[in-house]
């Protein structure tokens, strides 16, 4: 599950009247989302609009989409396909998907005929995919290292391309009342080696939900929820900064966003209590993070803000130069 968190804790309070729209405010929208922005708003819809369009992809480059959908059935329920036919990634990271078996859908098939699922334990809860155009040359449904498979399961895809390794992550929660902590400090530290060791190979590109606000400017109400909620605690964020920043002679990482946005206070997760959409109360937690040695090939990256409703959280979309 995402963080639940202490102002704005997370559940879906689906089809409540205050998120209801008129079909005549519907069909006034249109997603058209620039290639930037220094506008600190975000829009504030609560469905999918009904016209999806998005710029051009820029020549030569592949398209990467990051999402959680916070529960794929009730997320196809409320425009999914509308989202993936607007965007057509070539390589699409699901997250939070609950499924409890891989999906049988002939249209996300035919769209994507590489589709690998990692399903938790646990039924209905975590659980991730990455569907691709392009077929991978290995993949790896596990945390190396890790010494409980049970709280990796349903969380983490690596695909093994020519160029490059995707790690796909639907990282650990801290917790409500940060009862997790310990779990996620663990999964933190097996990750960090095991993203290195990958690093060391190959260029690696990180992406999905991180469940970390990284600094102040990825959440709303820093101060309020500083050691007090999952996703914004000193262990998470260190843990993060190490991996993009680290204090040894290891290789850097790139928070691509960030770095192509260093003013902007965009999230990329509202959640549907309190309205907090409506109010701009919103964490940024779902990521690209590449090796520094590949920033160059990164052509545009993007918070799909108005792709809001068929989950709490916005896309993330990469456009990346060449092949994988």
């Known amino acids: 599950m995402s963080p639940k968190r202490a102002n704005s804790s997370k559940r879906k309070a689906e089809g409540s009247g205050d998120e209801a729209e008129s079909s005549s405010q519907l069909q006034s929208k249109k997603a058209k989302l620039s290639s930037s922005s220094s ?30 959908v916070c529960g794929l059935a009730a997320s196809q329920k409320k425009g999914f396909k509308h989202y993936v036919e607007a965007e057509d990634p070539d390589v699409l990271i699901l997250t939070e998907t609950k499924v409890n078996n891989e999906p049988v859908d002939p249209a996300l098939k035919e769209r994507f005929p590489y589709a690998y699922w990692t399903i938790s334990g646990v039924k209905g809860y975590s659980g991730m995919a990455i569907l691709s155009k392009r077929k991978p040359l290995s993949i790896t449904k596990t945390l190396p290292g ?26 650990v929660n801290a917790g409500m009342g940060l009862k997790t902590l310990e779990a996620k400090k663990e999964w933190n530290a097996h990750f960090e080696a095991y993203i290195r060791d990958l690093d060391k190979k ?25 050691n007090k909620t999952p996703g914004y605690t000193e262990a998470e964020t260190v843990a993060f900064k190490n991996i993009l920043d680290p204090p040894s002679k290891n290789q850097k990482f790139v928070d691509i966003w960030r770095r192509l946005h260093p003013t902007d206070r965009h999230y990329t997760y509202f959640s549907y209590r309190f309205n907090c959409r409506m109010k701009g109360i919103g964490w940024r937690l779902d990521m690209f993070v590449l090796s520094e040695r590949i920033v160059e090939r990164v052509k545009m990256c993007e918070i799909r803000s108005e792709i809001y409703g068929a989950s709490d959280h916005c896309p993330v979309v990469m456009e990346f130069e060449g092949t994988l």
Not at 40 to 62: A, C, D, M, W, Y
Not at 203 to 217: C, H, K, S
């Open 39 to 68: 506008d600190n708003t975000q829009p504030t819809n609560k469905v999918l609009p009904v016209n999806i369009t998005f710029p051009p992809r820029i020549p030569g480059t592949l398209r990467l989409a990051t999402w959680n």
């Open 202 to 226: 190959k260029p690696v590109i990180w992406v999905g939900d991180m469940n970390v606000a990284p600094t102040e400017m990825d959440l709303a109400n820093a101060k309020k929820n500083w």
């Open 146 to 171: 890790h010494p409980d498979p049970s709280i990796t399961k349903g969380r983490i895809i690596t695909l093994e391309f020519d160029t490059c390794y995707v790690i796909g992550t639907y990282v």
